[in-house]
């Protein structure tokens, strides 16, 4: 597995779970001080990042690029892909459409979280759910024509009501013969709406795309109340190697969260080359 921390550009998301802020550059260089493969980056239009620019930081810091979010579509935009108007919904579809060509430009999928919206007013869950796989489908095949796949997370009851779990988003995927999407399973939706963390990801098994790494109450993993061993376990049981990204709250600081972030990550990894089939050895907090 692979580690990555968030970088987020949009004024609009101050405040929410990202370690570092507004500066790429500096994103990049202290994602390299303390030691992560890769930066997660949220923009709030794929025009917002230069490819030229971020290729040179790549290439500077020998980093990857783990994901990109469209999240600011709905925070900044207002727009999502279940919106009852149907100007919306392409806008929508146009906006995340831009995002899926940055990061294919460099080399990483593109995130679908709160620009799925939700099944309101006069658009029952039905109507709201065949949109989905609609956009999905589409955004989808943008997204394997740059070589990638497209990331779709379920979130937490209070941010959507169209999937909360990862089995039930697993289901709805395949169901609808969604190729070329795969889940973000978020640890911090999870410890709000699954029974049982490491089986809920064992559920999704092959289509885990990619992993927030956050602890139960939204900071470094190893701040919270979320025991790592048991998922970290079942991370390595379904052959995940792709990356724990730490979408978190920056606190107490970005420098402490990160680092904190790093230190988890060293322990889970470790623990897995040092561990049998039964289970991830040693303490779960570093």
């Not at 802020?21 to 239009?45: Q, S, Y």
């Not at 869950?125 to 949109?131: H, I, M, P, V, Y």
Request: aromatic letters at 8%; glycine letters at 10%; one cysteine or more.
């Amino acid at each position: 597995m692979k580690s990555a921390i968030t970088i987020s550009l949009v004024a609009e998301a101050r405040g929410g779970p990202f370690v570092y802020w507004d500066d790429l550059a500096a994103g990049f260089a202290a994602a390299t001080r303390h030691g992560f493969d890769a930066v997660e980056i949220f923009a709030p239009a794929a025009n917002a990042v230069p490819i030229g620019r971020a290729r040179e930081l790549m290439e500077q810091h020998s980093q990857k690029v783990a994901a990109v979010g469209t999240g600011a579509g709905w925070l900044k935009h207002k727009l999502r892909l279940t919106d009852p108007d149907p100007a919306v919904r392409a806008k929508a579809r146009e906006f995340i459409y831009g995002i899926i060509n940055l990061g294919g430009y460099l080399g990483a999928p593109a995130i679908i979280g709160s620009m799925q919206g939700r099944w309101e007013g006069a658009v029952s869950r039905a109507q709201a759910l065949d949109w989905l796989a609609e956009e999905l489908g589409a955004l989808g095949e943008r997204a394997a024509a740059h070589g990638q796949v497209l990331l779709y997370e379920p979130l937490n009851r209070y941010e959507t009501d169209l999937f909360n779990r990862n089995a039930d988003a697993a289901e709805f995927v395949t169901a609808r013969g969604l190729k070329h999407v795969k889940l973000l399973c978020d640890l911090y939706h999870m410890n709000i709406e699954e029974q049982n963390l490491a089986e809920s990801l064992r559920a999704a098994g092959p289509l885990v795309g990619h992993v927030h790494f956050a602890d139960s109450n939204r900071r470094a993993v190893g701040l919270g109340h979320t025991d790592i061993a048991p998922i970290a376990a079942a991370l390595r049981d379904i052959g995940y190697a792709g990356y724990l990204s730490a979408e978190i709250l920056p606190l107490p600081d970005a420098e402490t969260a990160a680092a904190q972030t790093m230190a988890s990550f060293r322990l889970v990894t470790a623990g897995l080359q040092a561990c049998g089939p039964g289970g991830l050895a040693g303490s779960s907090s570093p």
